[in-house]
Nanobody
Framework: QVRLVESGGGLVQAGGSLRLSCAAS????????MGWFRQAPGKERDFVAA????????YYADSVKGRFTISRNDAEDTMYLQMNDLKPEDTALYYC????????????????WGQGTQVTVSA
């Protein structure tokens, strides 16, 4: 029922920036905690960031803290990931995810996923 569509990925040089978007439809976006994950070739999918239903609580992987910012615009049913000071190790397929619950906590699972958007960072 709920669909998530990522966009904004691309090729960027190290030190550059990208802004990813996740557009939601078919559900109650404002009542869902949201998150971003990424998966590099041959690697497992890793947690990147999460945000609760109000946008007042955010969580980040240590590897991106201080460089990435997660946000949401409930009026547009859209979540964002602003990525600054990108590094080659940030190269991955980035996925948007949603929980039916309002809050996120470390280790919480997400039940709805988008198809991903590719981010490639050159040295």
């Amino acid at each position: 029922q709920v669909r998530l569509v990522e966009s904004g990925g691309g090729l960027v040089q190290a030190g550059g920036s990208l802004r990813l978007s996740c557009a939601a439809s078919g559900g109650t976006f404002s009542s869902s905690a949201m998150g971003w994950f990424r998966q590099a070739p041959g690697k497992e999918r890793d947690f990147v960031a999460a945000i609760n239903w109000s946008g007042l609580s955010t969580y980040y992987a240590d590897s991106v803290k201080g460089r990435f910012t997660i946000s949401r615009n409930d009026a547009e049913d859209t979540m964002y990931l602003q990525m600054n000071d990108l590094k080659p190790e940030d190269t991955a397929l980035y996925y948007c995810a949603a929980r039916k619950e309002r809050v996120y906590y470390p280790g919480a699972r997400f039940g709805t996923w988008g198809q991903g958007t590719q981010v490639t960072v050159s040295a």
